[in-house]
T-cell receptor
Framework: DGGITQSPKYLFRKEGQNVTLSCEQNLNHDAMYWYRQDPGQGLRLIYYSQIVNDFQKGDIAEGYSVSREKKESFPLTVTSAQKNPTAFYLC????????????FGEGSRLTVL | GQQLNQSPQSMFIQEGEDVSMNCTSSSIFNTWLWYKQEPGEGPVLLIALYKAGELTSNGRLTAQFGITRKDSFLNISASIPSDVGIYFCAGRMNSGGSNYKLTFGKGTLLTVNP
């Protein structure tokens, strides 16, 4: 079955530690995205990638980093510079011509202790 | 940046009732989308609207792209318990890099009492 797989689903981190969230898709989509969701809030775009080896900052990129070395993979690193990292993180992908029609993964919930 | 005002924030209804929710914006969008999110899951696309005035149905769901391009609504008819979830509207500008950027509303939490 085609889809997007995020891991881990739950992650705990101590303050000052970097953590990397995995996102893999087998939909053959060119574009991939990372969103952050906080309780009672809409989704906010962290980074997006239109093509391999290229990515762009979204609205809240500070304290985050990404890479896009393979079409299928778009990992997100939450660095110690992110002041409030506890959140639900969602990875998504889309066809190039339908960039509003996002396919989301099941999300990763990060809690900083 | 753009903001979407989604209302109502939450709804508590009886099974069988119809539901209506809407989104408004101070900016013009060229695409409107509606997503549903169930607890602990990622959102799922329900309906995509690409043309001002467009009215599109997906089963018991109907959504419209406002003529001014600054609003959209979603109706659910004859609600059932599995309609429970958070419904998000999203708008897209369709120009340059903003092709890839959606602006999301804060969501409408729907609870259906059997």
């Amino acid at each position: 079955d085609g889809g997007i797989t995020q891991s881990p689903k739950y992650l705990f981190r101590k303050e000052g530690q970097n953590v990397t969230l995995s996102c893999e898709q087998n939909l053959n989509h060119d574009a991939m995205y990372w969103y952050r969701q906080d309780p009672g809030q809409g989704l906010r775009l962290i980074y997006y990638s239109q093509i391999v080896n290229d990515f762009q900052k979204g609205d809240i990129a500070e304290g985050y980093s990404v890479s896009r070395e393979k079409k299928e993979s778009f990992p997100l690193t939450v660095t110690s510079a992110q002041k409030n990292p506890t959140a639900f993180y969602l990875c998504a992908s889309s066809w190039e011509g339908r960039t509003g029609e996002l396919f989301f993964g099941e999300g990763s919930r990060l809690t900083v202790l | 940046g753009q903001q979407l005002n989604q209302s109502p924030q939450s709804m508590f209804i009886q099974e069988g009732e119809d539901v209506s929710m809407n989104c408004t914006s101070s900016s013009i969008f060229n695409t409107w989308l509606w997503y549903k999110q169930e607890p602990g899951e990622g959102p799922v696309l329900l309906i995509a609207l690409y043309k001002a005035g467009e009215l599109t149905s997906n089963g018991r769901l109907t959504a419209q792209f406002g003529i001014t391009r600054k609003d959209s609504f979603l109706n659910i008819s004859a609600s059932i318990p599995s309609d429970v979830g958070i419904y998000f509207c999203a708008g897209r500008m369709n120009s340059g890099g903003s092709n890839y950027k959606l602006t999301f509303g804060k969501g409408t939490l729907l609870t259906v009492n059997p």
